[in-house]
């Protein structure tokens, strides 16, 4: 420790720090450009993926197009009056989930996307998804875990869980005794740690739907 202090400490705390630096801006028209397709970002409007490596500054149209197959990482927001960046989500720029097509919207469904709410082990989200219309499409539920996603509720679905976050459940309370209500506290404080109890989830749809998959999971090991 002695050593980290004396030769690593100042050098580590400036080394984070460069990751909160401001975008530059152009020196004659102190536009911001982003860095994806060079061009001056609307606005003075960048966005950053806490998820992504390197963490490219982003126009908005930049941002969606990267994060097609990864809708569900969480951005910040660049404020150039306030001169510090801002937690979004990818909802908040447009993005919609689309199901089924490889991630294109399907010929067969409207314009309009299912307001949803997602846990997952970055925290909790509000998202919009596009089902699949077409006649041979699985229902809703279905169209969701054939997607990683678990529903909460079987009949108008309106709180899904990623396949992964419960996994990483079930691996903590199997490992570490992580009680239900511990994991459910984890995410809301992960989502925001100052004003938890604002994170809008229904801790018992939460339960019910990590209940319906360990018993799935059951029946399945029973079988084999």
Known sequence: MKTFLADWANRAWEAMFKR???????????????????????????????????GLHLCKKCCLERHKFNPLHV??????????????HLVDLGMVINLGHEGEKCPCSGKRATPMVMIHENGIQSIEIRYCKCALA?????????????????????????IKVMHQYQLLSAQSQV??????????RLTN???????????VSML????????????GTSNS
């Open 75 to 88: 951005m910040e927001e660049w404020d150039d009056e306030r001169g510090f960046w801002l937690k979004v």
């Open 179 to 188: 009680s239900a209500r511990d994991f459910y506290t984890y995410l809301m």
């Open 138 to 162: 699985s229902d809703h539920c279905l169209q969701l875990i054939e997607n990683g996603f678990w529903p909460a509720t079987w009949e108008r679905t309106s709180t899904v869980m990623t």
């Open 20 to 54: 909160e630096k401001p975008p530059e801006k152009d020196s004659d028209s102190q536009a911001i450009k982003c860095q994806g397709c060079k061009k001056d970002a609307e606005d003075n409007i960048v966005y950053r993926c806490r998820e992504c490596l390197h």
């Open 193 to 203: 740690n100052t004003c938890a109890h604002e994170v809008a989830v229904s801790e």
């Open 208 to 219: 019910n739907g990590g209940r319906s998959n360990i018993s799935l999971y059951r029946i």
